[in-house]
């Protein structure tokens, strides 16, 4: 019986602490918000979401020179998108030729930078003559 009292004395008391602890107010001098109006945390944002990026795809079909305007994906117009034929591995030196899953697209050609010796890694990275390119690296091993 006496730990009981103990319990509901206890129990008590934390309740009367609780209603009289204050809770603050979101104050805008204390947590500025940017001059762009969005929050710099992420919380309460799920992960996917703070991960997607926008990209704006640019309608190509009807005019096609907007596709060489400053900041666009590329100055080729491909099923109504603007993209760059000699990087876009969807649209490989001429619109629709597709690179395989394991080949990258340099200046419009698909190659494996695994293997191939004039774009070892990534494109344009030669390796020196009598060197093989091996896994993206020359001379490897």
């Known amino acids: 019986m ?9 129990a008590m008391v934390i309740s009367v602490l609780a209603e009289s602890y204050e809770v603050k107010s979101f104050d805008e001098d204390y947590y500025p918000v940017p001059e762009s109006g969005e929050p710099t945390s992420l919380r309460g944002v799920s992960r996917f979401l703070a991960q997607q990026t ?13 596709c060489r305007v400053k900041g666009s994906p590329g100055p080729d117009c491909c099923k109504k998108r603007c993209v760059d034929i000699g990087k876009d591995r969807l649209n490989c030196g001429k619109c629709g030729r597709k690179c395989k899953y394991s080949e990258i697209c340099c200046r419009g050609k698909c190659v494996n930078p695994l293997a191939d010796k004039k774009n070892c890694g990534g494109c344009n990275n030669k390796c020196k003559r009598g060197s093989k390119c091996t896994y993206g690296m020359c001379s490897y091993a």
């Open 2 to 10: 006496r730990c009981l009292k103990f319990i509901f004395l206890l």
């Open 54 to 66: 926008r990209v704006v795809s640019m309608k190509c079909n009807n005019y096609p020179r907007i």
